[in-house]
Structure formats: C-alpha cells, structure tokens
C-alpha cells in the first residue's frame, strides 16, 4: 500500500492529537521525513526537531533492511 508522506503526516498528526500526554513531541512525528535542507516540508536545518533529525536515519536504515 502506498500513502503519500503529506498524507501520512496528516494521519500521525490527527493519531497524535488523541493522546494529550503525547502533544509534545508532535513535531518530532510531523518532520521525521524532513531533510536538513528543507526540501520535503520547507523546515531547514536547525528548524527541524532534534529528535526528528535523531529517528530518521534510523527509521530509514531499518526499512533498507
């Protein structure tokens, strides 16, 4: 099945906004796919959560694999 990453984003931000306790990191969901140069969400560098720049890589090894 594929799911566009807007769309997916849209989903873990709706998903998210059910669980009052988790609203803090949501932007670490929402930009978890952003590149450091803005190109998929226009969000560049430093602008990009710390923990979203931490899981992405990971999050893209693991599915290589």
């Known amino acids: 099945m594929h799911i566009s990453l807007s769309k997916l984003?849209?989903?873990g931000e709706k998903n998210i906004k059910k669980f009052p306790l988790l609203?803090?990191?949501k932007n670490v969901?929402?930009?978890h796919h952003e590149y450091l140069d803005g190109?998929?969400?226009g969000r560049k560098?430093?602008?990009i959560p710390l923990m979203s720049q931490?899981?992405?890589p990971i999050l893209k090894s693991?599915?290589?694999f």
């Open 29 to 31: 969901i929402l930009f």
């Open 23 to 25: 609203t803090s990191p």
């Open 39 to 41: 190109s998929v969400y």
């Open 45 to 47: 560098g430093e602008d």
């Open 54 to 56: 931490i899981i992405s």
């Open 62 to 64: 693991s599915a290589i």
């Open 9 to 11: 984003r849209r989903v």
